[in-house]
């Protein structure tokens, strides 16, 4: 095998903010027709991180990738390259990535936002990672932050129920290793999507169309059906791609919408639940924001160990979908 040039995680790090709300309180407060036990039963939600007022999705990104740099042991001066998966920027533009650069005094470099929704994490870390392998990054810190509750309507408890808001970011540096699968760092990447369900799940406004921000609206049967095969599928994919099957990996870290997706992927790719990361009960859907917090969990709780294989699988709007298979 040839040496080859890798993009390996070096640290880990997340934010939530501080108020956390109960399904109960939720309906309480929003005066919902719903109930603890409906959404606990039909996703798996216990609680959910929400910003506030003022608390922008640069705040808690620059929170997440101080964490971040801190674990790595690297300098802000040390980054090159800001990559930020988000659907909630602070502004309009410029890259709410160019605001975090500023914040943590990054040294000119790359730095811009990415937007595959739920999908943003997966496709960011592969993004990051063909920079790296082509020598156009060495450091690149690649963050999911979303500030999702300032997109729902809090009137329709078919949607609003489900998400959270918070940040999650990885340090990735540049190494050169041996070029097999034994390789620490990221190893293979499945991204795909398919504006045929553009309407499915979508927020309906925008600086162009509407010229409001919107709400979110979704069609939540035909997204749950739809993530189950095209999660399964591009995690197979990507495991193919390095020789293994899904069984083998030591952890499943998908996206966490729902607890009965994540339960009916694993199940199809044979991987069992002590492998399998479930977040969702507590911080609810973070949108791309949901792989890194989950990733941080297991780094927290020591669970998650150098060494070991994770199979990261994340869907959302387009539909936009992927899949990344790395050594930690
Ligand atoms: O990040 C990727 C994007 N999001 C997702 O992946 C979400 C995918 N979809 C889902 O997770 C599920 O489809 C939901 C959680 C959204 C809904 O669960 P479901 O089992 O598919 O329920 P349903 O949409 O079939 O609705 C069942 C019933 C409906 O009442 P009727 O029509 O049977 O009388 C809904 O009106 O549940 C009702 N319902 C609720 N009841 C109490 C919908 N939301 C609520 C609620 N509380 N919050």
Redesign the pocket.
Known sequence: MRPRLRARVAGVGACLPAQVLTNDELAERYR????DA??RE??GIRRRHLAAPGETTADLAEAAAREALARAGLAPSEIDLVLLATSTPDHTFPATATRIQRRLGIPPSPAFDLQA??AGFVYALTVADSLIRTGLARRALVIGAETFSRLLDWGD???C??FGDGAGALVLVADEQTGTVLDRGILAATLRADGRHYEQ?YVDGGPSSSGTVGHLR?N??E??RQ?VVAMSESAREACARIGLPPAEMDWFVP?Q??V??IEAVAKRLEIPRTRVAVTVDRHA?T?AASIPLALDVLVTEGRLEPGQLVLLSG???GFAWGSVVLRW
């Open positions: 919902l027709d719903t109930s409906w959404i039909r996703t929704v739920c408890r078919s949607t129920v489900l799940l979704m939540g049967r997204v749950f993530a996206h919408a729902n009965r997706i859907n949108s869907i959302g709007g």
